[in-house]
């Protein structure tokens, strides 16, 4: 017999119920427009459903701005300024992708995933937010590192 956790001990306690999605159908410009107007740092792409199917990162929209020389330097500590690439900006062709061309694959955990699961999953794919969804599979909710790592050490107080 498997023991479920309590809801206290799953990401349905402690994920975060307002997410901002983008529709898989919008371009790089619409994505990076939700990014500046919630200041956020992932944005779940979904289906019609709303159902998960990938991530974009902010990370992921402004290596469009990087140097491509970065890429290929281990360490740029040495550079001091990148000089008029500064104020360089991706084209409006580039904007006009899909943002689908930049997306990541989706980690996703039902609502009554336990908290630890949660966790050793983010280790393990090396992310900082985890996607979490319901029986259906639509998105409800993100869960970030620091969510499960707190709800995880407020159980602590509760060691004599």
Same mark, same amino acid.
């Given at each position: 017999?498997?023991?479920?956790?309590?809801?206290?001990?799953?990401?349905?306690?402690?994920?975060?119920?307002?997410? %901002?999605?983008?529709?898989?159908?919008?371009?790089?410009?619409?994505?990076?427009?939700?990014?500046?107007?919630?200041?956020?740092?992932?944005?779940?792409?979904?289906?019609?459903?709303?159902?998960?199917?990938?991530?974009?990162?902010?990370?992921?929209?402004?290596?469009?701005?990087?140097?491509?020389?970065?890429?290929?330097?281990?360490? %740029?500590?040495?550079?001091?300024?990148?000089?008029? %690439?500064?104020?360089?900006?991706?084209?409006?062709?580039?904007?006009?992708?899909?943002?689908?061309?930049?997306?990541?694959?989706?980690?996703?955990?039902?609502?009554?995933?336990?908290?630890?699961?949660?966790?050793?999953?983010?280790?393990?794919?090396?992310?900082?937010?985890?996607?979490? %969804?319901?029986?259906?599979?639509?998105?409800?909710?993100?869960?970030?590192?620091?969510?499960?790592?707190?709800?995880?050490?407020?159980?602590?107080?509760?060691?004599?």
């Amino acid at each position: 017999m498997t023991i479920k956790p309590t809801d206290q001990l799953t990401v349905r306690r402690w994920m975060k119920r307002k997410v %901002v999605s983008v529709a898989e159908t919008a371009t790089i410009r619409d994505a990076a427009a939700l990014f500046v107007e919630h200041r956020i740092g992932l944005l779940p792409m979904v289906d019609e459903e709303e159902r998960p199917i990938g991530v974009l990162g902010l990370h992921d929209l402004l290596t469009l701005e990087l140097p491509d020389f970065v890429k290929f330097v281990g360490d %740029v500590d040495f550079v001091h300024d990148f000089g008029a %690439v500064e104020t360089t900006r991706p084209s409006g062709a580039a904007l006009s992708k899909k943002a689908r061309t930049l997306m990541k694959d989706a980690i996703t955990v039902p609502d009554d995933c336990g908290l630890l699961r949660a966790y050793a999953l983010m280790m393990q794919h090396d992310v900082h937010d985890i996607l979490v %969804v319901s029986k259906t599979g639509k998105l409800i909710g993100i869960a970030s590192r620091v969510d499960v790592g707190i709800a995880i050490l407020k159980a602590w107080e509760k060691v004599e």
